[in-house]
């Protein structure tokens, strides 16, 4: 028998909630290991679901936003992402964050699935999509505690930031992963793909 048909479910003892903060919500759940009994305080952050969005434009350039981030205390290069608000679904939060943060819009999108942050405390989704031919559309909308500067890329250009380290964030990276391959030598290869990779599969090539 394979290990992982020997594991049974953590059984959940209580839960009790912890201090709300502006981006999420910490939750303490008491679990009992089903290996041994052992029970652990677990910790989860209740945080709201993600999207992130590669955006390409009519002249096949990314739209990148960099910003500072106070985590890593240094700006970053990134896709243009953001929260999903408790009245919206998430195409609806990927294009108005698109929007907002860099004033292009319009396009064809695709949806290419959702993956887990962090599923180690968190219980979030990011929801992952795909802008072509996106156009600039208006001026930008940007919060209080925001300050966004928007440039545009090759593939190439940002495959060489990559490479060199200045593009590390590594949920715009998995989400470029998606649409074009960022590390392969192969010419055949250093564009966009021609069907994007979907979790569901190959989205329809283009037309």
């Not at 479910?9 to 919500?25: C, D, M």
């Not at 052992?38 to 999207?51: F, G, I, R, T």
């Not at 700006?75 to 679904?89: H, Y």
Request: a negative charge; glycine letters at 6%; proline letters at 6%.
């Amino acid at each position: 028998m394979a290990d992982h048909e020997r594991q049974k479910p953590w059984k959940l003892l209580r839960s009790e909630a912890g201090a709300e903060l502006p981006i999420f919500t910490v939750r303490y759940d008491w679990m009992e290991n089903p290996r041994n009994g052992a029970c652990l305080k677990a910790v989860v952050l209740e945080v709201p679901d993600w999207v992130t969005i590669a955006a390409v434009t009519e002249d096949q350039r990314l739209v990148l936003v960099r910003q500072y981030r106070f985590g890593a205390a240094e700006f970053t290069t990134e896709l243009p992402a953001g929260l999903v608000n408790p009245d919206e679904d998430h195409e609806q939060a990927a294009r108005r964050e698109l929007r907002e943060e860099t004033g292009y819009a319009d396009g064809d999108w695709v949806y290419l699935g959702w993956v887990q942050p962090n599923p180690a405390y968190q219980n979030n989704r990011l929801h992952q999509w795909l802008a072509r031919n996106v156009r600039l559309c208006e001026p930008r909308q940007l919060d209080d505690g925001e300050d966004i500067a928007v440039s545009l890329a090759t593939l190439e250009e940002a495959r060489g930031d990559i490479a060199e380290g200045r593009m590390r964030n590594s949920l715009a990276l998995l989400t470029l992963s998606r649409v074009s391959n960022l590390w392969s030598a192969d010419p055949q290869q250093s564009g966009l793909l021609d069907a994007c990779l979907t979790l569901d599969g190959p989205s329809p090539e283009r037309s």
